[in-house]
């Protein structure tokens, strides 16, 4: 079985509708879909925006329905030129870009784990090359890249430069690390894939009603080439 984590319900509705043997599970608030997309057994969910949330709900998920590994999709802002609107990042590895603990004299970033500093979050390298070559096979440009991700919106010049500076990021959002760090401990592969919602350059936007579904679209394309 493999789980696929959305914060919004756009980016998971796709996948809902394509479900063969459809049932549903509610478990500490979050409703989990069961089902086969292709010929693979699946558990999709909407796991809510910010960490907290996605951590919750990718924890209940690896308890309960024990996956073999969890994707999560959704958007992402670019923090790089190599990523444009509609370009799609697969995480190499994540980071937490709000966490701070230099004044206890820890590199900034790090988080404590297990009585470790763990500065960076991996994901898995064999579900990142089966996501980059799916998108190949379905003509969607895809790129390798670190996420940040954060309790925040980041949307400001001077915010976006922080985290580059700082962590060498190519895209934020608001869950991915968090669900890698749930991965993290339970010892289960983790990838994150999301589609570019803006670029570097102020002057190139898309108007986000006519971004989201067109986003959706085509992560739903990546995964559902990964399942076959």
Aim: hydrophobic share 45%.
């Amino acid at each position: 079985m493999i789980g696929i984590l959305g914060a919004m319900q756009a980016e998971v509705d796709g996948l809902v509708r394509e479900l063969k043997d459809h049932e549903e599970k509610t478990v500490m608030g979050h409703t989990y879909h069961l089902g086969k997309l292709g010929s693979r057994e699946v558990v999709v969910a909407r796991c809510g925006v910010g960490k907290v949330n996605a951590a919750v709900c990718a924890q209940t998920m690896l308890l309960t329905f024990r996956p073999e590994a969890l994707i999560n999709t959704g958007v992402a802002g670019s923090l790089s030129d190599r990523l444009d609107i509609l370009d799609v990042a697969v995480a190499t590895d994540a980071v937490q870009h709000d966490y701070d603990t230099t004044g206890m004299g820890e590199p900034v970033g790090a988080l404590s784990i297990d009585g470790r500093l763990v500065t960076t979050l991996p994901c898995d390298a064999a579900w990142r090359d089966r996501l980059l070559k799916a998108a190949e096979a379905v003509g969607v440009k895809a790129v390798p890249a670190r996420v940040a991700s954060g309790d925040q919106f980041i949307t400001s010049r001077d915010a976006k430069r922080r985290i580059v500076e700082t962590f060498a990021a190519e895209a934020c959002e608001m869950e991915g690390a968090a669900i890698a760090q749930a991965c993290y401990l339970a010892g289960v592969p983790c990838a994150i894939l999301r589609a570019i919602s803006d670029s570097t350059d102020d002057d190139h936007f898309m108007e986000y009603t006519e971004f989201l579904p067109k986003a959706v679209e085509r992560t739903h394309r990546i995964l559902m080439e990964v399942v076959k």
